[in-house]
């Protein structure tokens, strides 16, 4: 591991590896995420699925191979592998018992998504699935830098930095912290300076995050103001030791109005994208600080750390 962060392994969760849109039925692409590769793709009837990257025959690279209906096929040799990776064709009648490891492949609000575990052990939860009906699809944008998704997602309990990055001109708890499981739900509420001159004018908005697993943040806000309702992904997944691919994603509820919507919409996603620029040069330059000296006014940091500690491996007795 990068020695700015003290972290045993990945920690287990679900992990965006991709968006639907990059995916095409009958496309294969190699991947690499976890500090290895991974090969996606996506069959004729729009299934996506993830794979180890060599073939158990003699060894291509899958993400050298082909969609065939169904089942991904080798491109070395044609050996043609189903969904849960069994060969179920070679050359003629004779079928050899092997298989390709598979991953636990979810899609869903226009991501893919994968399951990471260390140990191998399967998933005991799902992210959120969210009624959609009345939203506009999310807007996506990515950045990748030197993190870890732990210190990413502690932004969301870290009560002290949102006026100070994020230019807020107050922050203040609705719901204290709670964590049910694999889930961190808090409420904050925010003022925002419009215009950096003048503090007197402010815009507030209420959130409530949802932090499943360290991977997979969701936040839905309001800002009651301009009658916008949004939602925001916040989606972390480690490339490498040290390093980590955000994508950020934005919905909101829908206007009558269509034109209306999308400059909403657009308003509202350029915020988000700005106040994670704000984040990320500290994320960057950061190191993970194990026993930190706090302070009244910081959020619940312990309570989170208690709480993420279930997401890594138990230590060998
Ligand atoms: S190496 Fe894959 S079919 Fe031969
Ligand atoms: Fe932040």
């Not at 490891?101 to 226009?110: K, V």
């Amino acid at each position: 591991m990068d020695k700015r962060f003290p972290f045993t392994d990945f920690p287990s969760g679900w992990y965006v590896v991709g968006l639907s849109s990059e995916l095409p039925r009958g496309a294969v692409r190699t991947i690499r995420y976890f500090g290895r590769e991974l090969v996606m793709y996506r069959t004729e009837s729009g299934r996506f699925r993830v794979t180890e990257p060599y073939c158990p025959h003699l060894g291509a690279h899958l993400g050298r191979g082909k969609v065939d209906g169904e089942n991904l096929a080798c491109g070395f040799h044609g050996w043609k592998f189903d969904g849960r990776g069994v060969c179920v064709r070679a050359y003629g009648k004779n079928v050899p018992k092997t298989k390709i490891d598979t991953w636990h492949a979810l899609e869903r609000h226009q991501t893919l998504m994968v399951w990471y575990d260390a140990l191998g052990r399967e998933p005991s939860w799902e992210p959120p699935d969210l009624d959609t009906e009345g939203w506009t699809p999310f807007k996506f944008e990515s950045f990748e830098f030197a993190s870890h998704p732990q210190e990413t997602s502690e932004n969301s309990v870290d009560l002290g930095h949102f006026t100070e990055v994020h230019a807020f001109s107050k922050a203040w708890v609705l719901k204290d912290a709670v964590t049910e499981g694999p889930v961190l739900k808090a409420s904050y509420g925010v003022t925002k300076q419009v215009i950096p001159s003048l503090p007197q004018i402010g815009v507030d908005a209420h959130f409530h995050v949802q932090v499943h697993g360290l991977g997979y943040s969701y936040v839905q806000g309001e800002v009651p103001s301009l009658k916008v309702r949004y939602r925001h992904l916040v989606l972390s997944t480690p490339v490498s030791e040290g390093r980590v691919h955000m994508r950020l994603a934005t919905s909101i509820e829908r206007f009558r109005s269509r034109a209306l919507t999308e400059v909403m919409h657009r308003f509202t996603f350029r915020g988000l994208v700005s106040e994670v620029e704000s984040d990320l040069p500290f994320w960057e330059t950061k190191r993970y600080v194990e026993r930190p000296v706090l302070a009244r006014g910081d959020g619940p940091i312990h309570k989170y750390r208690k709480w993420a500690k279930q997401f890594y491996p138990p230590k060998a007795a």
